[in-house]
């Protein structure tokens, strides 16, 4: 069925070092990508998102990018810090589920100093 | 402060207990959700209101109520519920209904059930 595939499903990362998330879909036809960011105690909080007429976006230290071509997407956190450690989360509108948004599986990043 | 309160953070209850969770949203938003997010597994969209219409009801079973007496407020009531139903159940508000309009996420309820 259509879904969404993330990895990994936890990260561990020197402080300052780059931390990647990766991202796969299965419906060609979806144009909207969001991350969540879900901190300890707390709901999911959008914290950048792409829609499919570009292939890059950036906001300081945190950038996606989607290759539409290969249905994957990317996000890139650069310096991290320890208030990056979080769970992060795709999501992705699959038109073959009723375009409805649906979610990875999540990413637990750790941020050691 | 988020713009979607909910209320209560914390909820155990028996198998033979009615209870509601609440939710409420200070953003104008025309559409509020309830999701249900268990440990490794994927957010899964529970019902989806547009203008107070239930619009979506992802197959869920019927000890699940909602209810959406206006824009800014929806409820879930919960009656016999089941052990596997333990969770934290997150609300949510979007300016429109679709995937494509972002989700402003509540801090959650945390449902336990004996």
């Known amino acids: 069925g259509e879904n969404v595939e993330q990895h990994p499903s936890t990260l561990s990362v020197q402080e300052g070092d780059s931390a990647v998330i990766k991202c796969t879909y299965s419906?060609?036809?979806?144009?909207?990508f969001p991350w969540y960011k879900q901190e300890l105690g707390k709901g999911p909080q959008l914290i950048i998102d792409?829609?499919?007429?570009?292939g890059e976006k950036k906001d300081q230290r945190i950038a996606v990018t989607l290759n539409k071509t290969a249905k994957h997407f990317s996000l890139h956190i650069t310096e991290t810090q320890p208030e990056d450690s979080a769970v992060y989360f795709c999501?992705?509108?699959?038109?073959?589920?009723?375009?409805?948004?649906?979610f990875g599986t999540g990413t637990q990043l750790k941020v050691e100093l | 402060e988020t713009g979607v309160t909910q209320t209560p953070r914390h909820l155990v209850m028996g198998m033979t207990n009615k209870k509601s969770l609440k939710c409420e949203q200070h953003?104008?938003?025309?559409?509020m959700y309830w999701y249900k997010q268990s440990a490794k597994k994927p957010l899964e969209l529970m019902f989806v209101?547009?203008?107070?219409?239930?619009?979506e009801n992802n197959s869920v079973p019927s000890r699940f109520s909602p209810e959406c007496p206006n824009s800014s407020h929806l409820f879930l009531h919960l009656h016999t519920l089941q052990p596997e139903d333990s969770a934290l159940y997150l609300c949510?508000?979007?300016?429109?209904?679709?995937?494509?309009?972002?989700?402003?996420f509540g801090n959650g309820t945390r449902l336990t059930v004996t």
């Open positions: 419906d060609s036809a979806s144009n909207y």
């Open positions: 792409i829609r499919s007429n570009v």
């Open positions: 999501a992705a509108i699959l038109t073959g589920g009723g375009n409805k948004l649906t």
């Open positions: 953003l104008g938003h025309n559409a």
């Open positions: 949510a508000s979007s300016q429109l209904r679709g995937g494509n309009s972002p989700l402003h």
């Open positions: 209101y547009s203008l107070e219409e239930r619009v």
